[in-house]
């Protein structure tokens, strides 16, 4: 009987092999993290789609046995941060409070931010208010993830608290951590949004999805935040699975731009599609923006007029940014490059104009109009194919 009871301590009842504790493990931290990606982000902080009150309750229960994270709270703490993003008052910006702080310190920033009644008042509105989540997730959120401790141990003996604590941490490291703090400094943008996010990698199967972070602040209540075709979310691929049986409606997703036959003038339905496009259209005149001063860089090497050529290679990093976001010695070698190029300051001004069309909320539909309509015809005067190419392009827009 000594022998049972020291094999049951030992190994618990399943008396698995390594790789098999291994598999598990991923598998139910994976579990959880498409609870956190699917639920609790995009279904509940951003409404982006419904599920089925069945799946709805299995992320719930699960989440609070993994995490013990209550849904009012984590969406209340998300919506905050896109609403203040890279503010003082966003919950876990590392534009102001410093990387290894949210990238070690993320699941303390959370709950900080998660205890605050203000921030609950304001921005958990339309989360779970039934018996359950008052009278059980709420109420008891060491509990849940006691009984998950519990379970380990029962199934796999001692290594089951090992198994406990990697899945206590996966959440906190890799959400609050590496989303929260990697994904607002340090990556690839496809969009130039307001904020710092960035997009961590085309590939994240370990983190749902969420790497892909700037299509996600670029277009918040879309249910799919891959955009490029190498990028994989695999929590939308979960989404789509489980749309196809019926557990799932997805409500909203990133518009995907729509070219018709090429008209002689922009019209009302041409302002709307470039308005719902916006953030491609912009990304798009950037790609055009950088091939300029690519091939303007060529020039200048092939006629060996080396100072211009040292002055605009070192500008390489930063000359697609807009000027509000460059830094006073960036802004005065910028007048210098466009003291050298009468092509560029044309590309780079009118990329400010095509902008201020849709940040002008008081301005009427008709006057929108006339002023990309304008602008498309400047566009085409210009004398520089590319920009002639591009209002063309514009004009498609359907």
Request: net charge positive; proline share 2%; with cysteine.
């Amino acid at each position: 009987m000594l022998d049972s009871l020291l094999g049951f301590i030992s190994h618990g009842l399943l008396h698995w092999h390594w790789w098999q504790i291994v598999l598990y493990t991923l598998v139910v931290t994976h579990i959880t993290i498409a609870g956190v990606t699917i639920y609790l982000h995009r279904c509940q902080a951003h409404r982006a789609l419904d599920v089925h009150p069945a799946v709805a309750h299995f992320f719930r229960f699960w989440l609070w046995m993994t995490t013990g994270m209550v849904t009012s709270e984590w969406a209340a703490v998300h919506r905050k941060h896109h609403a203040k993003c890279e503010t003082e008052e966003d919950p876990h910006s590392p534009q102001t409070r410093g990387l290894s702080t949210v990238l070690w310190q993320g699941a303390e920033l959370y709950r900080v931010e998660a205890a605050n009644a203000e921030t609950l008042n304001k921005y958990s509105h339309g989360t779970p208010d039934d018996w359950l989540e008052n009278n059980l997730y709420k109420r008891y959120t060491i509990l849940g993830i006691s009984v998950m401790m519990i379970i380990n141990l029962a199934l796999f003996g001692a290594i089951g608290l090992t198994i406990w604590a990697v899945q206590m941490v996966w959440i906190p490291f890799w959400a609050a951590g590496v989303v929260n703090g990697l994904g607002h400094f340090w990556g690839y943008r496809n969009f130039d949004c307001a904020d710092a996010s960035t997009n961590l990698l085309p590939w994240g199967i370990l983190i749902g999805g969420e790497e892909l972070h700037n299509n996600h602040h670029t277009f918040a209540t879309s249910a799919k935040l891959s955009n490029k075709w190498y990028e994989f979310d695999i929590g939308w691929m979960y989404i789509c699975m489980l749309s196809a049986v019926g557990l799932a409606k997805v409500k909203k997703v990133a518009p995907t731009p729509k070219l018709g036959s090429s008209k002689a003038l922009c019209d009302q339905d041409t302002l709307q599609a470039v308005l719902s496009n916006r953030y491609e259209v912009m990304a798009r005149y950037a790609k055009a923006l950088k091939r300029a001063y690519r091939d303007e860089l060529s020039r200048l090497k092939e006629k060996h007029q080396h100072g211009e050529y040292q002055l605009f290679r070192k500008a390489g990093k930063w000359f697609h940014q807009d000027e509000s976001k460059l830094q006073e010695p960036q802004k005065q070698q910028l007048t210098e490059i466009f003291a050298h190029s009468s092509a560029l300051k044309t590309y780079y001004d009118m990329r400010s104009e095509l902008a201020e069309i849709w940040s002008r909320s008081n301005a009427s539909r008709e006057q929108l109009l006339a002023q990309l309509q304008n602008w498309c015809q400047r566009a085409e005067q210009s004398g520089i194919q590319a920009l002639r190419e591009f209002a063309l392009r514009l004009r498609r827009y359907a």
